[in-house]
């Protein structure tokens, strides 16, 4: 019986190393490709576990007494404990704080709560750490309240009972500007009217519902798309999802709030692309009038009662970070030359300069630290919330401001 050779013999080995790896790299794609699936089916409890479901609570919208693990959205877990008034905090809150503390009342929706981020890695909770490094008595409270107008009801009815020296209210940009359009005025859930020098404020009983409003169907111009523009929005993915751990993730556009298949609406809760158009139909414009307004109905009732104000705008993911922004022009067929990231910020800032209202913008540092590290600031997958890198990122350039409204101790 004839004897192979040594160089059929090496070619056949080197063969079956190349099938055996193959094989190897075809259960690791599939291994990655499925895993996912079973994790959401196995998934912890999200956000939504800690919120109420009955409206506003005495410390807003947040679930008294929850307290257990979460999902971080990356297989991951966090921890989230609120206490019994309803902020999210280990300590319990009394009524009046202690003699000499400096009380923050942190209010906003999911990016004040924290959204999947870990109980002491909020901005929040790092404010309060960053102060009291610094020797300020500061306790800072987390109230979830959805949206501007409705913190503004739950502060006029039992917020301003918790006695804060500050009120910090964040303004998500992506949606504040859409649900103040739809919460303020008939045939919303609201109306505000200052006078006086002060806030009169009333809830509708039967505020017309979102679906029955002709302004929710409204689109995008034409003139903001591309000809040809994608009927739905898809994950940017690479052929390989091993490429993706050896060099990360692609940028993702951010998603729509109605999902995939329905990209394209002026007034759209997550990707909030109606608000950045150069030239906005005047559904946009009557918003950010009524937010103008809240914001205004905000300053004059703390100022009333002798409570200092800041409103905090939070900017969407694709104003802070280039590679964000190219993802959704391409994902939704943009005609990019139709959008001015910077003109919602820049026209908030400039009401509340000529009305006397405090306000941080935080864009701009949000920018400068996303171009000095590289890093996101972002949850992956266009998600539109902070990771906590950006929670640190903000709580740094929150702190300043903060602290320098702090009154000096008393002699």
């Known amino acids: 019986m004839a004897k192979s050779s040594p160089s059929r013999t090496a070619l056949f080995s080197i063969l079956a190393l190349a099938a055996a790896a193959l094989a190897t790299l075809a259960l690791a794609e599939a291994i990655l490709r499925v895993v996912p699936r079973f994790a959401r089916s196995a998934a912890l409890p999200d ?91 500061a306790e800072v409270l987390i109230a979830e309240t959805e949206q501007p107008s409705t913190g503004l009801w739950w502060l006029l009815h039992g917020g301003f009972d918790w006695r804060p020296s500050l009120v910090v209210l964040g303004v998500t940009l992506g949606n504040d500007v859409a649900q103040s359009f739809f919460s303020v005025d008939p045939p919303g859930d609201y109306t505000i009217e200052i006078r006086d020098g002060g806030v009169a404020m009333e809830r509708l009983a039967s505020p017309t519902p979102l679906r029955d409003r002709p302004e929710f169907a409204l689109q995008l111009p034409p003139s903001a798309l591309l000809p040809g523009a994608p009927e739905t929005v898809s994950p940017a993915h690479r052929p390989l999802r091993l490429l993706d751990l050896l060099l990360g993730p692609l940028p ?55 409570i200092g104000f800041l409103a905090v705008l939070f900017p969407q993911r694709f104003e802070v970070q280039p590679d964000d922004w190219a993802a959704t022009v391409r994902a939704y067929g943009l005609a990019a030359a139709a959008f001015d990231l910077e003109a919602p910020g820049r026209r908030l800032t400039a009401y509340c300069a000529a009305n006397g209202i405090p306000c941080l913008d935080l864009s701009g540092p949000l920018r400068e630290e996303h171009a000095r590290t590289g890093r996101s600031l972002y949850l992956p997958g266009g998600d539109m919330h902070w990771s906590a890198v950006g929670h640190r990122a903000a709580a740094a350039a929150l702190l300043p401001a903060v602290r320098s409204r702090v009154p000096p101790p008393s002699p």
């Open 47 to 137: 956000y939504g576990d800690a919120v109420r479901t009955d409206g506003l609570g005495p410390g807003g919208l947040l679930k008294e007494g929850f307290s257990g693990s979460l999902t971080d959205g990356l297989g991951g877990r966090i921890s989230w404990t609120n206490n019994a008034a309803g902020f999210r905090s280990r300590e319990e809150t009394s009524k009046t704080p202690a003699p000499g503390a400096f009380r923050v009342l942190s209010m906003g929706d999911s990016f004040t709560a924290g959204y999947r981020v870990d109980q002491e890695a909020t901005f929040s909770r790092l404010l309060e750490k960053a102060l009291r490094s610094r020797g300020v008595p």
């Open 252 to 306: 993702q556009p951010i998603a729509p709030s109605r999902g995939a298949s329905s990209p394209r609406f002026l007034f759209d809760g997550v990707n909030g692309l109606g608000i950045y158009l150069k030239d906005p139909p005047p559904q946009i414009v009557l918003a950010f009038d009524r937010l103008d307004r809240t914001l205004l109905a905000f300053a004059v009732a703390t100022r009333a009662r002798g």
